[in-house]
């Protein structure tokens, strides 16, 4: 498949699509007016900020920062990659547009492989380009680590912290995300954090990002995803989710982004990991982050949930459909790599047919 075609296609294709946001916005615009929700935020007009230094100030941090994550005082990269690098002879990449870093479990390595088959193949973007990292913790089976090592070794987009991978490390791994970017992915122009069971249709996310947001680029303050709100913890002990009253004492929760999509501006990444050591441990980690973190700092989320497809009916149901239309942008957590491949395989000839036509 000649993957230039998308990027040529991309261009024709932009104009008809600022307009469609354009319309989608007028709509969401008068939607978001009538209820009470936060979020029509969203559509006021986004200020061109008069300083356009980069966001990330590594001299602001603490001197011992790098060797540190939230409270553990020995941290270390066990496996890194330069992705943001040019090939050639180092210095940041000036033509990434968008870093994904995706948590992933040591074990999943089909759902790795799907992801870099499919809407993370870091070719399907020439000009703008994506990067792709998948990020882990350590396990303790040698030989699980000797595969996530060859892997590594074939792909090099293993980013693995020292710290144990499990569940209530979570908050670690995303912290860990943060910090990845500000060390060694300062030159992108936006972030986008999801996990190894999500599809993304990376084309629609990349019209969005490139239709309006970069209009007013560089963008600042911006954090858009499936805002949860009016949250509260889970108290009941048979509840998975289920939190103590010593774990999270509060009633709510502040309003927070589902985690398995959340599109950040890089002054917000670097202002969230700056100041990631200010709130304390908390194991869930879309509360800890993008909800206390990111009320600490400041930031308003904007709800994308008017164009996610959330229930499962709306990925089977697009995919049973016989004729072809846009698909939905992201598909539901815990999607099987089967169904991304054919979300995927759906996609590509829904993309195809369109630019044909034009
Ligand atoms: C970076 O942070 C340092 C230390 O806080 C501060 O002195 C400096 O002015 C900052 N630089 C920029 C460009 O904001
Ligand atoms: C990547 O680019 C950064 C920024 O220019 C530089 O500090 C770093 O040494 C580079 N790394 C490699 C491996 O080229
Ligand atoms: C990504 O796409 C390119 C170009 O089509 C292809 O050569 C490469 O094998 C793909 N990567 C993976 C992991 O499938
Ligand atoms: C989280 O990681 C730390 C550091 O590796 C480890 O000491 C701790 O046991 C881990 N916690 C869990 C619940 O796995
Ligand atoms: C997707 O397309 C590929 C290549 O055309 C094919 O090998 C694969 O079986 C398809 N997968 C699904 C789930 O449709």
Redesign the pocket.
């Known amino acids: 498949m000649k993957l230039l075609r998308w990027e040529r296609a991309m261009r024709k294709l932009n104009l008809v699509f600022a307009f469609l946001v354009f319309v989608f916005l007028v709509n969401c615009y008068f939607y978001f007016q009538q209820s009470t929700n936060s979020v029509s935020v969203v559509f006021r007009p986004l200020q061109r900020p008069t300083n356009t230094h980069s966001p990330f100030n590594l001299s602001a941090l603490p001197a011992n920062d790098y060797r540190s994550l939230l409270n553990l005082k020995d941290f270390r990269f066990v496996l890194n990659n ?1 992705r943001c ?1 040019k090939s050639a002879n ?3 990449d000036d033509s990434v547009f968008l870093i994904i870093f995706i948590h992933s479990a040591p074990n999943n390595f089909k759902k790795r492989l799907a992801i870099r088959e499919t809407w993370g193949n870091e070719s399907n973007f020439v000009n703008d380009k994506i990067r792709v990292i998948f990020t882990l913790g350590i396990v303790f089976d040698p030989s699980v680590q000797q595969s996530i090592e060859r892997e590594n070794a074939e792909y090099k987009d293993i980013v693995q912290g020292n710290f144990v991978d499990s569940y209530r490390n979570l908050s670690y791994k995303h912290v860990m995300g943060l910090k990845w970017v500000t060390y060694y992915c300062q030159n992108t122009k936006f972030v986008f954090k999801t996990d190894d069971d999500i599809f993304v249709d990376i084309f629609q996310l990349m019209f969005y990002l490139k239709g309006w947001l970069s209009e007013v680029f560089p963008l600042r303050n911006f954090m858009s995803c499936y805002v949860i709100s009016n949250p509260y913890p889970k108290r009941s002990v048979r509840s998975k989710w289920h939190v103590t009253y010593e774990e999270y004492p509060g009633k709510y929760y502040p309003e927070y982004c589902s985690g398995w999509g959340i599109l950040m501006s890089p002054d917000v990444v670097f202002r969230l990991y700056a100041h990631s050591r200010e709130v304390s441990y908390f194991w869930v980690d879309d509360v800890m982050i993008s909800g206390l973190l990111a009320q600490r700092i400041g930031v308003r989320h904007i709800d994308l949930t008017s164009k996610l497809a959330i229930e499962d009916d709306d990925v089977t149901g697009w995919l049973k459909k016989d004729e072809l239309s846009i698909p939905p942008l992201f598909g539901h957590p815990d999607t099987d790599t089967d169904t991304i491949y054919a979300l995927w395989n759906k996609s590509i000839k829904y993309y195809r047919t369109k630019y044909e036509r034009l």
């Open positions: 330069n690098n180092g210095g940041f």
